[in-house]
């Protein structure tokens, strides 16, 4: 549901929603949900001084709880 | 306009005539943008309900959406009781969705969107408070003839106060420091 929700919220604001992925990894630390989008649209998700990545990160919490983290991966960066 | 959309393949049309309907969709959204405002915030509730529509249903929450146009901007309510999830401590999760959905209106018409948001009427109730919290402490720096500064807030918050001192003659008022932590400072005049 979590996931869903992210994924939802990601796609409405970028200009390649097909591209759009939100992964669930849970370790002992907690859930992360990663989300990957098109390269051209990683600027809008994070925003101007990562301010649309922390709007997602609020709402996400405030919906599924403290402990949850969601990262935006830089697809540029994978080795 | 009285007349049925043409069809559009009617071969006897000339290309390019004025007057043409657009076809329903998002076409006609679209040409109606750049000549009527209004139309333009009406849009952008509709782009708003449909985004926030589509997450309450995925998390399952119970919610009506109420959307309006006040004065310059589009506003759009979600109400409902057990919603304060959504509204989080001192509305940070409200203004969190208020500006996803400011970004999502953004996106599909490529102007920049300063519609309002509220869930569960706490604007409404904060701009009670505020307007409250405004017009007494104006009255404080009337009486005291001496500055007063207010708690740093958001600048909707700012604004609810700002007109409040507007009201009262006497004392203006004006925000000063950063944001986060720009607030209100009340002066006598």
Do not use: W
């Not at chain 1, 869903?4 to 992964?23: R, S």
């Not at chain 1, 907690?30 to 922390?54: F, N, S």
């Not at chain 2, 004392?171 to 950063?178: C, F, L, N, Y």
Request: glycine fraction near 10%; charged fraction near 30%; hydrophobic fraction near 40%.
């Amino acid at each position: 549901m979590l996931e869903a929700a992210l994924e939802h919220l990601v796609k409405g604001i970028v200009e390649h929603p097909d591209d759009v992925e939100v992964d669930s990894r849970t370790n002992r630390r907690g859930q992360t949900l990663e989300v990957r989008v098109h390269p051209d649209d990683l600027g809008k998700v994070i925003g101007r001084g990562g301010r649309t990545a922390r709007a997602l990160r609020t709402v996400i919490t405030s919906i599924g709880g403290k402990g949850i983290r969601v990262d935006v991966v830089d697809t540029d960066e994978v080795h | 306009m009285t007349e049925a959309a043409p069809d559009r393949t009617d071969p006897l049309r000339p290309p390019g005539e004025p007057g043409l309907t657009p076809p329903n969709g998002e076409g006609a959204a679209i040409a109606s943008l750049t000549d009527r405002p209004d139309a333009v915030l009406v849009k952008e509730g509709d782009i708003a309900g449909d985004y926030l529509e589509r997450l309450l249903d995925i998390v399952d929450y119970d919610g009506d959406l109420d959307m309006d146009v006040q004065g310059d901007r589009a506003v759009v309510a979600i109400v409902g009781d057990r919603l304060t999830k959504l509204v989080g401590s001192n509305g940070a999760t409200l203004d969190a969705l208020q500006e996803l959905t400011r970004l999502a209106v953004q996106q599909q018409t490529g102007v920049r969107s300063r519609l309002m948001l509220d869930i569960g009427g706490y604007r409404a109730r904060r701009r009670a408070d505020l307007t409250r919290l405004g017009t007494k402490v104006a009255r404080e720096v009337l009486t005291a003839a001496e500055p007063a500064s207010l708690a740093p807030m958001n600048p909707f918050e700012r604004k609810v106060v700002h007109d409040a001192v507007a009201g009262i003659d006497g004392v203006r008022s004006e925000s000063e420091g950063v944001e986060p932590d720009r607030y209100v400072v009340i002066v006598p005049t």
